[in-house]
């Protein structure tokens, strides 16, 4: 548990407390839902793995806390920091969250309340390509991380690659730390017209305006319609990448590779959300695989609420809101009607902007046979292929095959890429299966025979 | 076993820093920084090798989802770097 919240390790939170409410995730949504909560006298408890509060978005240096509302009421709630929530279970009139306390030295705790929010947030997502496992390649959250919450940079001299808005602000990011930036690669192609015909709101424009600024300022050319195809080693770590132009469907356009000496790529292709909790509830997705919520956020389970990019990849403000919303919710009362009118605007925003940065279905084709697409269990894209062709024709059976996805992550990592080389080895569509992962987080048994007792 | 680089750039501001050691090699922390930042920062950039390729891994989602910056600290085993927050004088060991 971090020093900052001046608890002891061991505290339990839980067995004799019921909290009116539990929230799992201290990010944007999390937060702004539970002071929220706490603002209208409902006892609330908050747990995140991270040391500090803040989610990705405020991730902060220890002591130099952003200027964010919900930060500076943070004392109003019960703030469990470091506390690794690997379990829900629903009760008759509550819920319980079971965690793991400290990154250390792992104590179990306990956490009771009468609802339930889940505000897990979400993770780079990636398409493996040759190289993709050097040291030196980060994903484009993680360089963010590293700057935000540490003040460190990656590297010195970086490509930033993949595709969507969130690409810029790592870009300029890593500049202002003074890392070189040869290069933002967005895969698609966000023409002017397209992001003209977006159903949007001004204050979004003005920042994608902002940061082409930003970026020209700082001299970082931004290519559209390429990708990072391939990363190269130079004794043992990153050397340089491959850029080349693809297609529509991302072909790669022969002959147009480039390669770009460089120590650190920042990658990613989107963003996945982190549903594990949610899938141990048993609670209602949507079609494209987020938590589904009504307009008061609540899930299909009585009492279970979720918010922010587990329901939906929104950005920021929309995560806020939604936190603001499931906040009245849960405390009986109606919101001021600017709120929903804001939510219906940053969804209607949101959609329009995924539809801008869509994943085109021949990345595949980027890589070979022996490209890793299971990092954890090291399996290469061939043995996928293999296995598929000898009759396992989904992720569970490839799994059971070649143990891709078996690892310590867990097949967050690869659960989505090894479903699209099995559809691009069948020749037909595979989902990537719902995590129905009986531990939200990997935990050491030690913790889990503690928990037990 | 570790593979080392120059230093990233870093900003050295403040003075209630402290040390670490990585393998016996002390290297300097900001407060607040995580292990695996503060390895980076002093030029590491992996530190552990694959089971069966024998491949270099270091930090790569940075947040505690991918798991390749497992390192022992203090003989504690199997630790993400990038989430356990740097103290005085940890003892970080790697593969
Ligand atoms: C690494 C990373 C960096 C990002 N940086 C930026 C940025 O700088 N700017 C930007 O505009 N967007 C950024 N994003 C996008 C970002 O996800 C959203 O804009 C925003 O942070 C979403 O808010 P949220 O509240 O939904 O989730 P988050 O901010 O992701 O908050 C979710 C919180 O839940 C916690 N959590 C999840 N599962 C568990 C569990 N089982 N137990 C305990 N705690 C748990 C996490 O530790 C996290 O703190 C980043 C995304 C990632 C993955
Ligand atoms: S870098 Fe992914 S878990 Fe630490």
């Given amino acids: 548990m971090s020093d900052e919240t001046g608890r002891g390790i061991g505290h339990d939170s839980g067995r004799d407390t019921l909290h009116d409410l539990v929230v799992v995730g201290a990010g944007l949504a999390g937060l702004a839902a539970a002071v929220t909560a706490a603002g ?18 405020h991730r902060h240096r220890v002591d130099r806390p952003p200027a964010w509302a919900p930060l500076a009421r943070l004392h109003t709630v019960e703030h469990l920091a470091e506390h690794r929530v690997w379990a829900v279970e629903r009760g008759d009139d509550h819920f319980t969250a079971h965690a793991v306390a400290g990154e250390r030295d ?20 990636q398409l493996p390509f040759p190289g993709w496992d050097l040291p030196g ?21 970086a490509v930033v690659a993949g595709t ?26 966000p023409t002017p017209r397209a992001v003209a015909l977006a159903p949007h709101s001004p204050a979004r424009v003005v920042e994608a305006a902002g940061y082409a600024a930003a970026l020209a300022r700082r001299r970082i050319p931004y290519y559209t319609g390429r990708a990072v195809i391939a990363a190269h080693a130079d004794g043992g770590a990153l050397g340089s990448v491959t850029v080349a132009r693809l297609d529509a469907d991302w072909w790669v356009r022969p002959g147009t590779e480039r390669e770009l000496a460089c120590d650190t790529l920042a990658v990613g292709y989107g963003f996945t959300p982190h549903l594990e909790l949610a899938g141990q509830l048993g609670c209602a997705s949507t079609p494209d695989g987020f938590v589904a919520v009504d307009t008061r956020q609540a899930t299909d389970l009585p ?102 996805g078996m690892g ?46 | 076993m570790t593979d080392e680089t120059d230093p990233a750039p870093l900003d050295r501001s403040g003075d209630a820093g402290f040390h ?33 390729a024998g491949k270099p891994r270091g930090l790569f989602c940075g947040i505690g989802v991918c798991f390749d910056c497992l390192v022992t600290v203090d003989g504690t085993p199997s630790l993400r770097a990038c989430l356990v927050t740097a103290r005085p004088d940890d003892e970080v060991t790697t593969t």
Avoid at chain 1, 315 to 333: D, K, N, P, T
Avoid at chain 1, 436 to 453: H, K
Avoid at chain 2, 20 to 35: A, F, M, N, S, Y
Wanted: charged share 20%; hydrophobic share 45%; proline share 6%.
């Fill in chain 1, 106 to 125: 792992g104590v179990a705790v306990t956490v009771r309340g009468r609802r339930l929010l889940l505000a897990t947030g979400a993770y780079d997502r």
């Fill in chain 2, 20 to 52: 670490l050691t990585v393998d016996g090699r002390r290297i300097p922390v900001e407060p607040g920084q995580t292990v695996g930042a503060a390895m980076l920062a002093a030029g590491i950039r992996s530190w552990r090798t694959t089971r069966f």
């Fill in chain 1, 303 to 404: 009492g279970l609420y979720a918010a922010g990019e587990s329901t939906g990849i929104g950005g920021a403000q929309l995560s806020e809101v939604e936190g603001e919303l499931a906040a009245y919710a849960i405390a009986g009362r109606t919101p001021p009607k600017a709120l929903p009118r804001r939510r219906a605007r940053l969804t209607r925003f949101a959609v329009g902007l995924r539809a801008l940065y869509p994943i085109r279905s021949a990345w595949p084709s980027w890589s070979d046979e022996d490209t890793l697409i299971c990092r954890c269990e090291e399996v290469p894209r061939g043995r996928i292929a293999d296995a598929a062709r000898h009759g396992a024709d989904d992720v569970r059976s490839i799994k059971l095959l070649t143990r891709a």
């Fill in chain 1, 40 to 57: 209208f006298g409902l006892r609330v408890a908050v747990l995140d793995a991270n040391a500090r509060a803040g989610g990705q978005y």
């Fill in chain 1, 164 to 189: 969507g808005p969130f690409l810029l602000p790592v870009a300029v990011g890593l500049a202002d730390a003074g890392v070189r930036v040869l290069a933002v690669v967005e895969a698609s192609r």
């Fill in chain 1, 137 to 157: 390649v980060f994903t484009a959250g993680g360089a963010q991380a590293l700057l935000k919450g540490n003040g460190v940079a990656p590297g010195r001299r």
């Fill in chain 1, 408 to 453: 310590w992550c867990q097949g967050r990592m690869c659960a989505e890429a090894t479903a699209c080389v099995l559809s691009d080895v069948l020749g037909r569509p595979i989902a990537a299966p719902a995590p129905t992962r009986p531990i939200a987080v990997p935990i050491r048994l030690g913790d889990l025979a503690q928990g037990a007792s």
